[in-house]
């Protein structure tokens, strides 16, 4: 989902890991992912905020929603990989084409290491 003044905003303050990417060009790209937090709407869910700054990153932020922490956390990450797969131009992590992020695909989420 994407954050449109929703009450689960990216907030820099709950960052909690990042990533350097890197496009063709050599502009860099980076993910910053938030500690997932409970809901403030409905306390017995969480959500996991995320931001993305860089080229091409024109939905920068972003959260998933889940059942605990663990279910918010590993979708964001998966919602991350998906915005990351439909970029303009092709991005490298470490000199190589997997970013690390799962994606979402006809069968669920498989991680595409």
Do not use: K
């Amino acid at each position: 989902m994407t954050d449109t003044g929703s009450p689960y905003g990216f907030d820099p303050i709950r960052v909690i890991a990042s990533r350097c990417l890197t496009t063709a060009d050599g502009v860099g790209v980076t993910v910053r992912l938030c500690a997932p937090q409970r809901m403030p709407d409905a306390p017995g869910d969480w959500y996991c905020a995320f931001r993305i700054e860089g080229p091409g990153a024109e939905e920068s932020d972003g959260y998933a929603l889940g059942i605990d922490a663990v279910q918010a956390l590993l979708l964001a990450t998966a919602t991350i990989g998906n915005r990351l797969a439909v970029t303009a131009q092709p991005l490298t992590f470490l000199g190589g084409s997997n970013l690390g992020f799962p994606q979402t695909t006809a069968h669920g989420i498989e991680l595409l290491l």
